[in-house]
């Protein structure tokens, strides 16, 4: 047994699965978790769905409780923030809630410190009514803003001995907001569209540059915005917003230019950048992306000091090179590797490929891969692209639905780099199957011969992903 | 340009993908299909959706007419049965509705015969009402005697020009069947058990075997099982039907040993088998499953004779043997292939994977590669399995169904051998996930480490397929 414990930072995906699989792989060795807030666990990604109205309760977000976490013999303690750390005396200094510092040292240390949402260069945000989602407290603070004044309570949204209750309650006094503004138009400003709307809202979306949902390519946003605005959304593309502005609480949403309308309320989603300040002047490097370098393993450059999940760089199964793509899988994954390699037993982190899905209303969205033809170029591929359109199951089987496959080839190669996907049917899965034939380092031929289902209800005799390596791969024999 | 032409033996998919294929490539090349019967390039998969009216006309299940055919340029000749090949002539015999016999030289010739229904060991096959389901006729045939009396016509039915007259004006005149024996509980006996219960009929399931949907494995039968139950169709399962009988009509169903039950309709679905008459007696080899031997140019044993779809083997992408797998895709895949071989450039037809997929009512069932255990030792392999139970969606999400996802590997190797999945929401689609790392040749640890798609709405953080790979990883390890 280990003199000291396996310190993780953070009490989310990538901290729990790590301190859970090296209690399991490991029951003797003392894992202690320090987390900031009071959350831990939490679905992140659920977090529109709670807004919306859909998941009822804020706890019903959270994969495991504190005492579930307790009772797998991890040592968790909430509330207390790790703000230094001396790798030469390999210790942590935790503050706690009262402003106490305390040393702990580690034998082996886990930072996930996950990412925080960006809100520059927007200014204003600081107004009442300025929001953006990242974590359940503003997940219940929105959600309390648009129920019915005076309705929702820290009980109400489930969210007790938890939740910010003043934040709560203080939203919950306002009458529900009639018009909003969303600042970016990537999964978050997507996904919290199709909330709002839900909510009645008039729902504007504001977006820098041409298209929404960016890393997806433009056949996918091309079809998302349609649905946007058919499902009543006000989308406003190549459009900067400059400032929010009101009296204490939003009102008003100003562009550069012109363009300026009343809002009631404000939603602030242009990305989210890593948590690596805690590590900034210490031995652990970090990469070009700005998270923390690792290896293969989660290693960072300080003895015994892992990274993972939104605070990491992961390998690009495309590139080869280290990237910092932040989504739910890599942090339980990369968690769950190092928590066995702290345990003895070493284990990579694996690849990432860059899979997302999204669903925007009712198209589901899928991208994996490197798409962006100049980022493919940076990367020293020659890349060749084909959209198709096609059906999602036999012409002739009810619901058959338009889906939009994009692939994108090295011509040289003819190895395959990326896709994406659109549609209402079964789209948005389908999108594993070349996220499976990316990581197998297939060649668009090799992607046209796959055996893939068939059957009238699920697809058509060639899948629609089948089709694009077809007519892919016809225009790299040209 | 070749003075012969490239002559195609049956107007299907392998037929019809090959000729066009070649057409397309090679515009001045004359191609020529024989097909016996009337219709041609039908969906065989989507006849039991027909008969369950959810598709209203046969027409609706022709992918070309025999207008789009020769508008492609294709030489198209319908009611001409290929009777005799002469390899040495290179030429084949053609028989026409008259009876007349012609020769017609080849230079290339495919033959894509397809399957027939087996009715053996069942006696009584001959009775009136006594359906094979193989082909738009028998679907015709049995939509007919389904709806009301006296009111199915050749026109109704949107078989004009083509469906037997005769067979459905007979059957129109019937009242409709009240108690229908399905005999095998195949993909045909299964989705023709939901086809039947949409028709209000008492529709009973006779498996000689101790499961339906063999090839699926356990995990999924027991599934579909209870599906067919709840949806109110009785099982008799490890009953072995004796005969069917009735006078003119049939009456009756009795099984070996006592049971037996009042039907006034059977369905009998105990297979199919090649049809390989025509090249039985010729230079064209037949392989050890008795569909004719290929190459992976689908080039048989005799000089520029090829053979693809049902009729033919395919290499198999896990035993890296021949086997006969007889499905959809690999019919138009092979087909397609030759096309482009027989054009001047050639192109292998792709291995095969076994992969299959399959609606049971709500049920969506997916299977590849190989699953069955003996079969796994018969090819050298040692088997492990595991099956697991998760979600479809994160769990908070509403609609997140259960889904069952069974994978086999080979200890030594840790390699993927194959695998099942059975749910309601989505779940046949992602055995295409597991059929691509079958065909990447992936063990089941880089399988538990793919990049799958998450989002709330479509899958929980661990795929189910990765939650499969990762409990089967923890098994290799043990």
Same mark, same amino acid.
């Given at each position: 047994m280990t003199a000291e414990p396996f310190v993780v930072v953070g009490g989310d995906a990538a901290g729990l699965s790590a301190a859970s699989k090296c209690k399991r792989e490991d029951p003797d060795r003392e894992v202690v978790v320090f987390e900031k807030g009071r959350w831990v666990s939490y679905a992140h990604c659920g977090t529109p769905y709670f807004v919306k109205g859909e998941v009822e309760r804020l706890t019903d977000l959270l994969t495991l409780s504190p005492d579930d976490i307790e009772e797998r013999g @991890?040592?968790?303690?909430?509330?207390?923030?790790?703000?230094?750390?001396?790798? =030469? %005396?390999?210790?942590?200094?935790?503050?706690?809630?009262? #402003?106490?510092?305390?040393?702990?040292?580690y034998s082996d240390l886990l930072v996930a410190t996950g990412a925080h949402a960006l809100t520059a260069p927007?200014?204003?945000?600081? &107004?009442?009514?300025?929001?953006?989602?990242?974590? &359940?407290?503003?997940?219940? %603070?929105?959600?309390?803003?648009?129920?019915? /004044? #005076?309705?929702?309570t820290p009980e109400s949204l489930g969210g007790d001995g938890y939740v910010d209750r003043e934040r709560v309650e203080r939203y919950a006094a306002w009458a529900p907001p009639e018009t909003v503004a969303i600042v970016g138009g990537g999964y978050v400003g997507v996904e919290m569209?199709?909330?709002?709307?839900?909510?009645? &809202?008039? !729902?504007? $979306?504001?977006?820098?540059?041409?298209?929404?949902?960016?890393?997806?390519? /433009? %056949? $996918?946003?091309? *079809? !998302?915005?349609?649905?946007? *605005?058919?499902?009543?959304?006000?989308?406003?593309?190549?459009? /900067?917003?400059?400032?929010?502005?009101g009296e204490g609480r939003v009102e008003r949403l100003?562009?550069?230019? =012109?363009?300026? @309308?009343?809002?009631?309320?404000? +939603?602030?989603?242009?990305? @989210?950048?890593?948590?690596?300040?805690? !590590?900034?002047?210490?031995?652990?490097? +970090?990469?070009?992306? #700005?998270?923390?370098?690792?290896?293969?393993?989660?290693?960072?450059?300080?003895? =015994? $000091?892992?990274? %993972?999940?939104?605070?990491a760089e992961a390998r690009h199964t495309v590139t080869g090179e280290f990237d910092w793509v932040p989504l739910g899988l890599t942090a339980n994954r990369a968690g769950r590797a190092i928590g066995q390699t702290v345990a003895g037993d070493p284990k990579p982190t694996g690849d990432i490929a860059g899979t997302a899905v999204v669903k925007a209303f009712e198209q589901e969205c899928g991208r994996v891969g490197i798409v962006d033809h100049e980022r493919t170029r940076e990367a020293g591929f020659d890349p060749v692209s084909e959209t198709i359109t096609t059906a999602s199951r036999s012409g002739y089987y009810p619901g058959a639905a338009e889906t939009v496959v994009s692939l994108t080839a090295d011509r040289e190669t003819g190895r395959l780099l990326g896709g994406t996907i659109v549609g209402t049917d079964r789209a948005a899965v389908r999108i594993d199957t070349v996220a499976t034939?990316?990581?197998? =380092?297939?060649?668009?031929?090799?992607? /046209?011969?796959?055996?893939?289902?068939?059957?009238?209800?699920f697809s058509p005799v060639w899948d629609p992903v089948l089709t694009a390596a077809k007519v892919l791969n016809g225009s790299l024999d040209e």
């Open positions: @991890i040592d968790l303690r909430r509330e207390r923030e790790v703000v230094a750390v001396d790798t =030469d %005396a390999r210790s942590v200094t935790v503050r706690t809630p009262a #402003g106490e510092r305390r040393e702990q040292s927007v200014d204003g945000t600081d &107004l009442d009514g300025v929001f953006s989602l990242h974590g &359940l407290d503003d997940a219940a %603070a929105i959600r309390a803003a648009l129920e019915p /004044e #005076g309705e929702a569209a199709e909330a709002f709307t839900a909510h009645g &809202l008039d !729902v504007h $979306v504001f977006q820098r540059g041409d298209h929404v949902l960016g890393p997806f390519g /433009e %056949a $996918v946003a091309e *079809r !998302v915005e349609t649905e946007l *605005r058919e499902q009543g959304v006000t989308l406003h593309l190549d459009t /900067e917003v400059d400032r929010l502005a100003e562009c550069t230019g =012109d363009t300026a @309308i009343d809002v009631d309320m404000a +939603l602030v989603g242009v990305g @989210i950048r890593p948590n690596v300040s805690l !590590v900034a002047d210490t031995a652990v490097d +970090l990469g070009e992306s #700005g998270a923390v370098a690792v290896d293969d393993y989660g290693r960072t450059s300080a003895e =015994d $000091v892992y990274a %993972a999940g939104d605070c034939a990316l990581e197998g =380092d297939m060649t668009v031929g090799e992607v /046209e011969n796959l055996d893939l289902g068939y059957a009238p209800p």
